[in-house]
């Protein structure tokens, strides 16, 4: 049911720095919607981490950045540390569903 | 502090009805959507559908439209998601969450319910 379009996986070694895309159409992202990204740990809900495309809640390391352009987002994080690995997921208003769509999932691993 | 507290996990049979809660707290209830997300065992988050709790306007995603009620209980800031059948397929977590503003995502989102459907 995904209506975004986000890579399964990436990976990195601690210090590097990842980047995951988020690619979705004219009835989200490329309509001047928000995207929202969220960090989901094993076993845990997800929580916010970018919002309203760059926006980081208080408590999140600026190590996380987003950043929007066209039909496409990205999530950059930066100085990749072991407690990052976790899926990653990306999500938008769609006017066409009149709802939220998400993307896949992209799950990190720190090498 | 803005929470979103669940009821706990169930299991039911095939064919068993349920309903499961999210009590919100910290905020104005009737001022922010509230929506519910479905995540299957290993795989990703699926939007199931929403509600204005001012008014108890609902929307859903055609993949759950006919299959699940969402609610609203104003008096004690509480949403619910129930089933009238539950089949297998509906193993799941069952997360709520409130949206940013309305037609956008979320920036809170429950603990999660795990419903387990098994015979």
């Known amino acids: 049911q995904s209506m975004l379009t986000q890579p399964p996986s990436a990976s990195g070694t601690p210090g590097q720095t990842v980047t995951i895309s988020c690619s979705g159409s004219?009835?989200?992202?490329?309509?001047?919607?928000?995207v929202f990204w969220y960090q989901q740990l094993p076993g845990s809900a997800p929580k916010l981490l970018i919002y309203?495309?760059?926006q980081r809640p208080s408590g999140v390391p600026d190590r996380f950045s987003g950043s929007k352009s066209g039909a496409t987002a990205s999530l950059v994080i930066s100085g990749l540390r072991s407690e990052d690995e976790a899926d990653y997921s990306c999500?938008?208003?769609?006017?066409?569903?009149?709802?939220?769509?998400f993307g896949g999932g992209t799950k990190l691993t720190v090498l | 502090e803005v929470q979103l507290v669940q009821s706990g996990a169930e299991v039911k049979k095939p064919g068993e009805s349920l309903r499961i809660s999210c009590k919100s707290s910290?905020?104005?209830?009737?001022?922010?959507?509230l929506s519910w997300v479905r995540q299957m065992p290993g795989k990703g988050l699926e939007w199931m559908g929403r509600?204005?709790?001012?008014?108890?306007?609902?929307n859903y995603s055609p993949s759950f439209q006919g299959h699940v009620t969402i609610s609203v209980d104003k008096s004690i800031n509480t949403a619910y998601l129930q089933w009238s059948s539950l089949k297998a397929s509906d193993t799941a977590i069952f997360y709520c969450?409130?949206?940013?503003?309305?037609?956008?995502?979320?920036?809170?989102w429950g603990q999660g319910t795990l419903v387990t459907v098994s015979s």
């Open positions: 509600i204005d709790p001012s008014d108890s306007y609902t």
């Open positions: 910290g905020y104005t209830f009737t001022n922010y959507w």
């Open positions: 309203r495309n760059k």
């Open positions: 999500a938008s208003w769609d006017d066409s569903l009149s709802g939220v769509v």
């Open positions: 004219s009835s989200n992202i490329g309509h001047d919607k928000d």
């Open positions: 969450a409130r949206h940013d503003l309305a037609t956008r995502p979320f920036d809170y």
